[in-house]
């Protein structure tokens, strides 16, 4: 896993909830992102970070924020649950942008 | 709409045969273009990457062919293997930060 960690790797909660979903990464790349999951759409960006407090939108980003206060942590906010944000969310990160990216191993979050 | 465009969705092959997993992209502005390879309940991790100056890389048993002007490349894997069997995703990225991925092949590879 390259030193990035999920956490929760799994959680169950109600429509409407907020949910934070934390990476932590110990090999001080500058970028991290935010990725879902879902069959027949492989990967897609919800959120990116180019650094400290320095971050953009991807290809979908409606209904989710994201936060980085320090280099090695990156957070992703549902700001109110809908079961369409069902998913596999992975965090990613690398030294520059367009090369390798490490994963982390997931977090499947289930909307009910 | 999806940038980049893989294809098929699965793929089953004999054992020692030759996988060929193929992706399309739209934006000339890409300009590297890796594979990644995802085993069940792990995250994805590269396997090969390449750049828009070269036709074709080889690392292994895994070889990327690259065609810029038909906005078009390849993964094959000589000599499959049962321990291939995973999910392969292509991808492109541009402006040093935004990648994006392909939908996805799932890769079985049968003894």
């Known amino acids: 896993d390259a030193g990035i960690t999920q956490s929760p790797r799994h959680k169950v909660t109600e429509t409407g909830t907020p949910v934070t979903l934390r990476c932590h990464q110990t090999?001080?790349?500058?970028?991290m992102y935010w990725y879902r999951q879902d069959p027949g759409h492989g990967l897609r960006l919800i959120h990116y970070s180019y650094g400290v407090k320095d971050t953009d939108k991807g290809e979908v980003s409606d209904g989710y924020s994201v936060s980085r206060s320090k280099t090695e942590d990156f957070l992703l906010t549902l700001e109110s649950a809908t079961s369409s944000q069902t998913s596999v969310y992975f965090c990613?990160?690398?030294?520059?942008?367009?090369?390798?990216?490490?994963f982390g191993q997931g977090t499947r979050l289930t909307v009910v | 709409q999806q940038q980049v465009k893989q294809s098929p969705q699965s793929l089953i092959v004999q054992k020692g045969g030759i996988s060929i997993i193929n992706c399309a992209y739209e934006n000339t502005a890409f300009d590297y273009f890796p594979w990644y390879q995802q085993f069940p309940g792990k995250g994805p991790a590269l396997l090969i990457a390449?750049?828009?100056?070269?036709s074709e890389k080889k690392e292994g048993r895994f070889t990327i062919s690259f065609n810029k002007s038909a906005k078009q490349f390849s993964l094959h894997i000589m000599d499959s293997q049962p321990g291939d069997s995973a999910t392969y995703f292509c991808a492109a990225s541009y402006n040093n930060n935004d990648m994006r991925f392909g939908a996805g092949t799932r890769l079985t590879v049968k003894p």
């Open positions: 090999e001080n790349h500058r970028y």
């Open positions: 390449i750049r828009p100056d070269v």
């Open positions: 990613a990160a690398s030294f520059q942008g367009a090369t390798e990216a490490f």
